[in-house]
């Protein structure tokens, strides 16, 4: 199997999670072979203008922020291929538990 790369920098190293029209990657930034995040907002059937701008947003808010446990911006491209249209945001990878690794269930009995 040949590996994806986005923009000649970005090597996909798998998929992390998928909605309709969007899917959140793992990709391994081959200039500094750090792990990073690339989520993809698709202009499909299913696009709507206010999932756009959202993304932006999301982009936009991520520039801003400074804090070791949140993702830091490192891109926003353009996807322009064949079989694919869209947008794409690069941020940094942050290893962490999932929601219900975190979770502790209390059951109470009368």
């Known amino acids: ?8 920098r970005y090597e996909v190293q798998g998929q992390l999670g998928k ?7 793992l990709a ?25 701008n959202l993304f932006e947003r999301e982009a936009e808010t991520l520039k801003k922020l400074d804090h070791p446990a949140i993702p830091r911006y490192l891109d926003y491209l353009e996807i322009d291929e064949p079989d694919s ?4 945001l690069i941020q940094t990878y942050v290893e962490g538990k999932t929601g219900s690794s975190g979770v502790k269930v209390i059951s109470k009995t009368n």
């Open 28 to 52: 391994r930034d081959l200039q500094t072979q750090e792990l990073v995040v690339i989520k993809q907002l698709f202009l499909g059937n299913d696009f709507e203008w206010q999932d756009l």
């Open 85 to 88: 249209k869209g947008f794409a």
């Open 19 to 25: 909605q309709t029209g969007r899917q959140t990657l």
């Open 1 to 8: 199997m040949i590996a994806k790369v986005l923009a000649e």
